[in-house]
Structures are given as structure tokens and as C-alpha cells.
């Protein structure tokens, strides 16, 4: 055990399953980047506050470009006995460099390096995912506006409810990915102190210079308390909060696509490199990506209950069950990007059908609360209104008429309030011309809604 970094008081080698059961080297190594980067800031504030010499530094930094390349190029030795990534990269630097090595982890525990790894690891995929969100946002801008005239059946209830356009359809999923994006960059400004100096738990009293570090780190500042600070795991269940939100929403909008996809409602044509098909049933064409978005949205709920689970009475400060956060972390992260990846590209790359669209709105009787409206611009209450037009809608569907083919006599007959050659105007096309109020479908409010995300997106 005189290998071991930690071998000292030991008397005998660690059992071989315990090692395998300890180790987190086979995921841990993702943090790689995120742990060189933060031993080359901490290196270079001992060099500062005179705990290193020049030379013992720079060879410091030398050994780490090295496992840099050893890392980028697949040749870096990866040993599970030396547990995981934090003392892997420690172990290597030293057969690299000799003893300047040794002093590398002065005034440093694992468990404020780890927490710092994952923070920056955190900072990284947050920043990924709200610039994957922003392209994916730009793109369903782009769709939205190609199709801003395209009119089609809104649901509530997947019951018919009243028209909207296309324009609008796809700003409604593009408010969601916004918000999401919003959520991503909110922990970024949350998380941004720098917890090294936090030691193993209560500092050091070697005389470090913590906002040093935190500085070129590009932290905002330190973190308060070390007890707190080794053992803080909120940014990472607020990643995988921001992960889950994003995940139902594209969850819900691949149920919705996979539906509209299908024979019966053929609103949607998902390009074939997006779509599988059967081993058996040769006519088949699955829409498995968007299955599959749907499925892993699973995944990632559960990888959401596995953190909380770890944390849920855990005692301050460092724990080793905390080494359990990472493969939740990591697999949601990678799952998320995958998803919104594919998504943007299905999304950008499907058409909607216009035929089929026209074809469900030929039943208008979406167009009663029109009617209705219609009426209480003449005056009439509108419970009143409501039941009249509730009356001529069952009429309709007796006489198997529409409403806009019902002439003045007939709709005289319901309520007198109704104006000269009033069915001419009912057509969907107009229903959503003239809902023109703020967050509405009309043409000219949905791009003014576009304008102020477009204006987000470029940090205007
Ligand atoms: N691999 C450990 C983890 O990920 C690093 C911290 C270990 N600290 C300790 N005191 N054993 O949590």
C-alpha cells in the first residue's frame, strides 16, 4: 500500500474488491479537462504565495501539458488501484516529473478538488446546453416564419378546439426550449464560487490565496463555508432539474409528433434518415428517435431521484456516497444533449402537411367561440352568446352542416342579434387573423414575439 497516495498508516494492501467497489476511475475520468485545469490555477496560486518555486512549478505545469496530450491522444495509463481521476493524474504527474509532484496537492483535499471538478464540469455542459438550445430555438424561428400562414387545428383535450398557424404552433415549443435555456444559464451564475481552500473540510493553515485561484478559475468569487462547501451538491441537482424540465418538454412535443405522424392524423413528415423500420413488416416507417427521446426522458427523471436519494440524510460534509452523483450527472448530461441534438434537426427538417391540415380543419365547428365573440360584439352576454352558438353547433351536426354555410335566415332564427351575410367571414384563416393581442396567433404578434426572443438570444 506504500503506492497508494494515502498509504502511509496502512499495514496491509487493500483487498482487490474493495478496490474494484471503491474505484470511480471508470467514470471520473470524464472530468479530466475540468481536473488539470483546476491543478494548473491552484499550482500557479502556490507559486504566488511562495508554497512552490519557480522551477517546481513549471515542471508542474509541464507534466500536465503532458497528460494533456497523454489524455487527448488515448495513451494516458489509467490504473483503477489509484481509485479515480484525482489521483491518477497526481500519480502520473509524478512519474513524469519527479518530486515537485509531491507538492502539487499542498493545502488541497480530494473533496474540495472533486466538488471543484464538478463545478466546472457543471459550468461546461450548462454552457453547452443553452448554446445547443439557442440553435434549436433559431431553428423553430425559421420554421415558424416559413410557416406563418399554414393554419391548423389547435387542441386542448386532443379535442378540436379553435385554429392557429403554424407560425405560432412552433413558437409554442420554441417558449418552452426558452425557458429551458434560461434554467441552463441560472445555474451557471448560481454555482460560480470556487470551493478550493475549502480543504478536506475546514481549510488549511497553510497561507493560500483563495480568490486567486477563484479569479483565474473565472469564478465570481469563494464560497463561504468549507463544511457546506465539500459537501454541496445543489448544482448538480439543478442540472438535473434543468435536465428533467427539458426532458418532459421534449417528451411531450415527440408524443405529440408521433401521433401526428401516424396515418389517421398524417400532419407531419419526418424525413426518412430520421425514422426506422420493421425486421418483419416491410410497409413500416417508425418514428423510434422520437420513441426513444420520449423513453430516455425516463432515464433522466431517474437520475434525478438517484441524486436526491444519495443526499437525502447525509450528514455534513464529505461523504463517499457523494462519489455516487457522478454516473446521474454524466448520463443525464450526455442523454439531454443527444436529445435536443436530434430534436433540433427532426424539427428543422420535417414538413407539415398543408393538404392534411386543411382537411382536419373542414369540420369548422372550431370556429364557435368566433361566433360567439361575434355576438358579444353586438351586444349580447356572453353565457348567453355561448349557449346560442352551443345551440347551432348541435344544429349542425343534426343537419350535417358547417357553420359558415348557415344563411341569415337560419341564423336569425338562433338570435337576432347576428349581422347582414354574417357566415362569409367565419373561415379559419381569419380566426387567426383577428386574435391580435399579445402572446396571440396573429401574424404580425407572433413575429413581435420573436423579435424579443431573437433579442435574448442575442444578448441584446
Ligand atoms: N472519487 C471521490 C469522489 O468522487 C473523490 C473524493 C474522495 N475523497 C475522499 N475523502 N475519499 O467523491
Redesign the pocket.
Known amino acids: 500500500n506504500s503506492e497508494k497516495l494515502w498509504g502511509g498508516r496502512f499495514s496491509e494492501p487493500t483487498d482487490r474488491e474493495v478496490e474494484m467497489f471503491t474505484q470511480?476511475i471508470s467514470f471520473?475520468r470524464a472530468l479530466w479537462r475540468q481536473d488539470i485545469k483546476g491543478s494548473r490555477a491552484h499550482a500557479a496560486m502556490l507559486l504566488k504565495v511562495g508554497l512552490l518555486a519557480h522551477e517546481e512549478e513549471r515542471r508542474i505545469q509541464e507534466g500536465l501539458s503532458r497528460i494533456e496530450e497523454e489524455m487527448t491522444n488515448g495513451t494516458f495509463p489509467y490504473r483503477d488501484e489509484y481509485?479515480?481521476i484525482?489521483m491518477n493524474i497526481e500519480k502520473r504527474l509524478f512519474e513524469l516529473v519527479g518530486t515537485p509532484a509531491q507538492k502539487l496537492h499542498t493545502a488541497r483535499?480530494?473533496?474540495d478538488?472533486?466538488s471543484l471538478d464538478l463545478r466546472l464540469y457543471v459550468i461546461d455542459r450548462s454552457r453547452e446546453m443553452a448554446g445547443l438550445l439557442a440553435e434549436f430555438i433559431r431553428v423553430l424561428i425559421g420554421q415558424s416564419r416559413r410557416m406563418r400562414d399554414l393554419i391548423l387545428p389547435g387542441y386542448t383535450h386532443l379535442q378540436q378546439a379553435q385554429p392557429i398557424s403554424a407560425g405560432y404552433y412552433f413558437m409554442a415549443h420554441a417558449e418552452r426550449l426558452l425557458r429551458d435555456r434560461q434554467r441552463f444559464l441560472e445555474i451557471d451564475r448560481r454555482l460560480n464560487l470556487s470551493p478550493l481552500g475549502s480543504g478536506?473540510l475546514a481549510g488549511t493553515t497553510l497561507p493560500i490565496d483563495r480568490n486567486h485561484v477563484a479569479r483565474s478559475l473565472g469564478f465570481s468569487g469563494v464560497t463561504g463555508n468549507g463544511l457546506d462547501a465539500v459537501s454541496d451538491r445543489d448544482f448538480v441537482a439543478d442540472f438535473l432539474h434543468a435536465a428533467v424540465m427539458l426532458s418532459l418538454h421534449l417528451s411531450g412535443w415527440a408524443e405529440e409528433w408521433i401521433l401526428w405522424s401516424t396515418r389517421e392524423f398524417g400532419f407531419v413528415r419526418i424525413p426518412d434518415r430520421y425514422m426506422t423500420g420493421s425486421s418483419m413488416m416491410p410497409q413500416k416507417r417508425n418514428p423510434d428517435v422520437l420513441e426513444l427521446i420520449r423513453g430516455k426522458t425516463g432515464r433522466v427523471i431517474g437520475h434525478y431521484m438517484g441524486l436526491a436519494t444519495i443526499l437525502k440524510g447525509l450528514p455534513l460534509s464529505?461523504n463517499?456516497d457523494?462519489?455516487e452523483d457522478?454516473e446521474h450527472l454524466f448520463d443525464a448530461a450526455e442523454t439531454v444533449r443527444q436529445s435536443v441534438t436530434l430534436f433540433s434537426r427532426i424539427a428543422g427538417e420535417s414538413v407539415l402537411d398543408g393538404e392534411r391540415l386543411r382537411e382536419a380543419l373542414s369540420g369548422d365547428e372550431l370556429l364557435a367561440t368566433d361566433m360567439a365573440e361575434d355576438l358579444v360584439r353586438e351586444g349580447v352576454p356572453f353565457r348567453e352568446a355561448h349557449a346560442i352558438v352551443g345551440r347551432i353547433v348541435a344544429y349542425c351536426e343534426r343537419e350535417r352542416r358547417k357553420l359558415a354555410s348557415l344563411t341569415d335566415e337560419e341564423l336569425r332564427t338562433f338570435s337576432p342579434a347576428f349581422p347582414e351575410q354574417y357566415a362569409r367571414v367565419l373561415t379559419p384563416e381569419n380566426a387567426v387573423r383577428r386574435r391580435n393581442l399579445p402572446g396571440g396567433p396573429a401574424p404580425e404578434q407572433v413575429e413581435a414575439r420573436i423579435r424579443e426572443i431573437e433579442r435574448e438570444l442575442d444578448g441584446r
Do not use: C, I, P
Open positions: 470511480s471520473d481509485e479515480d484525482h483535499s480530494r473533496n478538488q472533486v478536506a464529505y463517499r457523494l462519489q457522478k
